[in-house]
């Protein structure tokens, strides 16, 4: 049974909570007065020995919705690894490492280590044979220790798996699923992650049981998204959203269009004018629209044109603006359209082009809003300085993928490595059975490519290539 519950207030004390007063003492001593939203729905469940699937945005107070509870469980004086947190970076699990310390500083002798890429594994094996409590790392790195046989899970009582969005946009879920494969089957299993992609649910049916959800203040504040509007002609319409990027400088925007054509009329339209745009809708094939799809969330794309059918199911993480390049005429789909800009209190800009026909579309959104649009002229917008609107990433494809034994640690390794390149400038990598696609800064795509045309994944040559305008084949 899967039971949902929503937060969205600071919760009562943590001292309403079954925890050891010596927990409850620490938590006191630093300044934890009462529970934030995700605390207050996830802590009960959690310490009930519940399996969670929990919904919460990085800052919400999450570490300690599974800290708590990882630690109320354990034996101090048993030196096994009895929980494992699973984080998609080795800065995000060094954050999660010291956290765990702070909180079980009351109890003595509980020992948290990191195990994550990019550092020797050597050190990290020596450390394990003098015993652990609670393991935090990377799933690569963590996988290559139970290979190892370093890593020994038997007396493990809780798994946490933390931002699993986040890992699975990295290509992680065969890692996550190999080491959930080596956990005791009785165990609690807590999934954390700010978003609830269709990777979510095949990870919680697979590996929990019966998990209880729970989800913190919505995802987006409808009063920190701007609304702009103004009135076109249509011949004005497809040029006018040159005139908005080019004022506003979103550097990730979305352009709805209520039908196919014209989605590949504005894309056409953008591409003449040097901005890298790529179309979302129904006639393309699944390659195509994974391509797509892979290149704006890399960020090497700066508009991403779709039809709402295309778009339906899309959650975009940093979405900076949404333009309404036609007006939906259903009210709430504008709604659900705009929200997609403005989450994780990150401020949100919509965009809207309407025309004399579309005024009575105009009126129901205004109705179902509660407030008046919010009106301007489309000949006061100014071009703002900076020169052509450029995204910040170049996307790369690998002939490579899972079937080839590749993993995302063996791709920033090479990059880093044979490529020169510094942590900093790799950004998402999406490894699939096939082929593997790994965001890189823009002013160093080419040269990275034109260095590693003979470049090695685990001793194998692989070949390289950009992502162009028009999706490419494997």
Same mark, same amino acid.
């Given at each position: 049974?899967?039971?949902?519950?929503?937060?969205?207030?600071?919760?009562?004390?943590?001292?309403?909570?079954?925890?050891?007063?010596?927990?409850?003492?620490?938590?006191?001593?630093?300044?934890?007065?009462?529970?934030?939203?995700?605390?207050?729905?996830?802590?009960?469940?959690?310490?009930?020995?519940?399996?969670?699937?929990?919904?919460?945005?990085?800052?919400?107070?999450?570490?300690?919705?599974?800290?708590?509870?990882?630690?109320?469980?354990?034996?101090?004086?048993?030196?096994?690894?009895?929980?494992?947190?699973?984080?998609?970076?080795?800065?995000?699990?060094?954050?999660?490492?010291?956290?765990?310390?702070?909180?079980? /500083?009351?109890?003595?002798?509980?020992?948290?280590?990191?195990?994550?890429?990019?550092?020797?594994?050597?050190?990290?094996?020596?450390?394990?044979?003098?015993?652990?409590?609670?393991?935090?790392?990377?799933?690569?790195?963590?996988?290559?220790?139970?290979?190892?046989?370093?890593?020994?899970?038997?007396?493990?009582?809780?798994?946490?798996?933390?931002?699993?969005?986040?890992?699975?946009?990295? @290509?992680?879920?065969?890692?996550?699923? =190999?080491?959930?494969?080596?956990?005791?089957?009785?165990?609690?299993?807590?999934?954390?992650?700010?978003?609830?992609?269709?990777?979510?649910?095949?990870?919680?049916?697979?590996?929990?049981?019966?998990?209880?959800?729970?989800? =913190?203040?919505?995802?987006?504040?409808?009063?920190?998204?701007?609304?702009?509007?103004?009135?076109?002609?249509?011949?004005?319409?497809?040029?006018?959203?040159?005139?908005?990027?080019?004022?506003?400088?979103?550097?990730?925007?979305?352009?709805?269009?209520?039908?196919?054509?014209?989605?590949?009329?504005?894309?056409?339209?953008?591409?003449?004018?040097?901005?890298?745009?790529?179309?979302?809708?129904?006639?393309?094939?699944?390659?195509? /629209?994974?391509?797509?799809?892979?290149?704006?969330?890399?960020?090497?794309?700066?508009?991403?044109?779709?039809?709402?059918?295309?778009?339906?199911?899309?959650?975009?993480?940093?979405?900076?603006?949404?333009?309404?390049?036609?007006?939906?005429?259903?009210?709430?789909?504008?709604?659900?359209?705009?929200?997609?800009?403005?989450?994780?209190?990150?401020?949100?800009?919509?965009?809207?082009?309407?025309?004399?026909?579309?005024?009575?579309?105009?009126?129901?959104?205004?109705?179902?809003?509660?407030?008046?649009?919010?009106?301007?002229?489309?000949?006061?917008?100014?071009?703002?300085?900076? #020169?052509?609107?450029?995204?910040?990433?170049?996307?790369?494809?690998?002939?490579?993928? /899972?079937?080839?034994?590749?993993?995302? #640690?063996?791709?920033?390794?090479?990059?880093?490595?044979?490529?020169?390149?510094?942590?900093?400038?790799?950004?998402?990598?999406?490894?699939?059975?096939?082929?593997?696609?790994?965001?890189?800064?823009?002013?160093?795509?080419?040269?990275?490519?034109?260095?590693?045309?003979? @470049?090695?994944?685990?001793?194998?040559?692989?070949?390289?290539?950009?992502?162009?305008?028009?999706?490419?084949?494997?």
């Amino acid at each position: 049974m899967t039971e949902s519950i929503t937060s969205a207030a600071a919760g009562p004390g943590f001292d309403r909570l079954p925890l050891p007063p010596a927990l409850l003492g620490n938590l006191e001593q630093l300044g934890f007065v009462s529970m934030t939203p995700i605390q207050a729905a996830a802590l009960p469940l959690a310490l009930a020995g519940h399996d969670l699937i929990a919904q919460a945005r990085t800052g919400s107070g999450k570490t300690a919705a599974f800290a708590l509870p990882l630690l109320a469980r354990l034996d101090a004086a048993r030196p096994d690894v009895q929980a494992l947190v699973l984080c998609p970076t080795r800065e995000l699990a060094e954050q999660v490492a010291q956290q765990v310390r702070r909180l079980a /500083r009351a109890e003595a002798n509980v020992k948290v280590l990191n195990l994550s890429g990019g550092s020797p594994i050597k050190p990290q094996a020596e450390s394990l044979a003098h015993g652990a409590h609670v393991v935090v790392g990377t799933p690569g790195r963590l996988l290559d220790h139970l290979e190892r046989g370093n890593l020994q899970l038997d007396a493990l009582s809780t798994l946490v798996l933390d931002e699993a969005d986040r890992m699975l946009d990295m @290509g992680f879920f065969d890692d996550i699923a =190999a080491v959930a494969a080596r956990c005791p089957k009785q165990r609690q299993t807590l999934l954390f992650s700010a978003t609830y992609p269709e990777g979510i649910a095949k990870l919680a049916q697979r590996f929990l049981r019966e998990p209880r959800e729970v989800k =913190a203040a919505e995802a987006h504040a409808p009063g920190r998204i701007v609304e702009h509007w103004f009135e076109v002609t249509e011949d004005q319409r497809l040029h006018a959203v040159s005139q908005l990027l080019a004022h506003y400088r979103p550097e990730s925007s979305l352009a709805f269009c209520n039908t196919r054509q014209q989605c590949r009329d504005l894309v056409d339209v953008l591409r003449a004018q040097g901005i890298e745009a790529l179309a979302l809708h129904g006639e393309l094939e699944q390659r195509e /629209r994974d391509q797509v799809l892979i290149r704006f969330a890399n960020r090497s794309c700066s508009v991403l044109v779709a039809t709402d059918v295309a778009a339906r199911g899309l959650d975009i993480e940093g979405l900076d603006a949404v333009i309404n390049v036609e007006i939906t005429p259903d009210a709430q789909q504008h709604v659900h359209r705009i929200g997609r800009t403005g989450r994780a209190d990150a401020p949100g800009l919509a965009l809207n082009l309407a025309s004399l026909d579309e005024m009575g579309r105009v009126g129901f959104i205004e109705q179902q809003q509660g407030r008046e649009s919010r009106w301007e002229k489309l000949d006061a917008l100014k071009e703002a300085p900076g #020169g052509a609107l450029r995204p910040p990433m170049h996307t790369l494809q690998i002939l490579g993928g /899972r079937k080839d034994k590749i993993r995302p #640690g063996d791709v920033l390794g090479m990059l880093t490595g044979e490529g020169g390149l510094e942590a900093g400038q790799v950004g998402r990598i999406n490894v699939g059975d096939y082929q593997t696609y790994v965001a890189v800064a823009r002013e160093v795509a080419e040269a990275v490519v034109a260095r590693l045309a003979q @470049g090695r994944i685990k001793g194998r040559r692989v070949k390289l290539r950009l992502l162009q305008d028009a999706p490419q084949d494997a």
